[in-house]
């Protein structure tokens, strides 16, 4: 059920920025020239996914925040529909587990996000991330004080200002602990993201 939400979600924001004109009061390559800072506060909501068809999962659900701080190390690039620009970014994050039982994960993160410019106020972008911390979950699928979590996912953001931008999105994120210990069957999850981003030179 949330899979099928995401996907509709995705889908839809996808499609409206497909459809949009530009916007002409919107310089994108202003916004997004190289040396441009972005600040980003982020919440998710995750559930287990099943990807392996297992007979027993932990049906596994957790929220959790992040607070990327980026820089953007080029200019926009690129031709037509695919003009973009790279977002390079570290990210403390957190996620609290509320299913099966109580338990967190704690850890910084490598975040690279592209961002399509052709598109007015209503930016499209893909993102990978990869991260190392801290945690205290217990199940059948990791064991261990220490364990990696690497997402890729998709979006959009919404300049609400020349420099503030509201995103939403969704991520495929996998945990494990790198076999550094035993159980490492590790877990899935579909990931939906809401967030806010600042501009700045």
Same mark, same amino acid.
């Given at each position: 059920?949330?899979?099928?939400l995401?996907?509709?979600?995705?889908?839809?924001v996808?499609t409206?920025?497909?459809?949009?004109?530009?916007?002409?009061?919107?310089?994108?390559?202003a916004?997004? $020239?190289? /040396? %441009?800072?972005?600040?980003?506060g982020?919440?998710?909501y995750?559930?287990q =996914?099943?990807?392996e068809w297992?007979a027993?999962?932990s049906d596994?659900?957790?929220?959790?925040l992040?607070l990327?701080?980026?820089r953007l190390?080029f200019?926009?690039?690129g031709?037509?529909?695919?003009?973009?620009a790279?977002?390079v970014?570290l990210?403390?994050?957190?996620?609290r587990?509320t299913?099966?039982?109580?338990?967190?994960?704690?850890?910084?993160?490598l975040?690279l996000?592209y961002?399509?410019?052709?598109?007015?106020?209503?930016v499209?972008?893909a993102?990978?991330?990869?991260? $190392?911390g /801290? %945690?205290?979950?217990?199940?059948k699928e990791?064991?261990?004080?220490?364990? =990696?979590v690497?997402?890729?996912?998709?979006g959009a953001?919404?300049?609400?200002t020349?420099?503030t931008?509201i995103?939403a999105?969704?991520?495929?994120?996998?945990?494990?602990?790198?076999?550094?210990?035993?159980?490492?069957?590790?877990?899935?999850?579909?990931?939906?993201?809401?967030?806010?981003s600042?501009?700045?030179?």
């Amino acid at each position: 059920m949330i899979a099928r939400l995401a996907v509709v979600v995705i889908v839809a924001v996808l499609t409206l920025a497909a459809l949009a004109p530009p916007a002409s009061a919107f310089d994108s390559a202003a916004v997004f $020239a190289k /040396g %441009t800072y972005v600040i980003s506060g982020e919440g998710v909501y995750g559930r287990q =996914f099943n990807i392996e068809w297992l007979a027993h999962q932990s049906d596994i659900e957790f929220w959790g925040l992040g607070l990327r701080a980026s820089r953007l190390p080029f200019d926009p690039t690129g031709p037509g529909a695919a003009r973009g620009a790279l977002e390079v970014g570290l990210e403390p994050y957190y996620q609290r587990y509320t299913e099966p039982h109580s338990a967190f994960w704690a850890g910084l993160g490598l975040v690279l996000r592209y961002h399509l410019l052709s598109f007015g106020r209503i930016v499209p972008y893909a993102e990978v991330a990869a991260g $190392a911390g /801290g %945690t205290d979950l217990r199940v059948k699928e990791i064991d261990s004080d220490f364990a =990696f979590v690497v997402w890729g996912g998709v979006g959009a953001s919404f300049f609400v200002t020349d420099s503030t931008a509201i995103y939403a999105g969704y991520r495929f994120e996998h945990i494990s602990n790198g076999n550094t210990s035993e159980p490492n069957r590790g877990f899935e999850s579909h990931v939906g993201v809401l967030g806010m981003s600042y501009y700045f030179r």
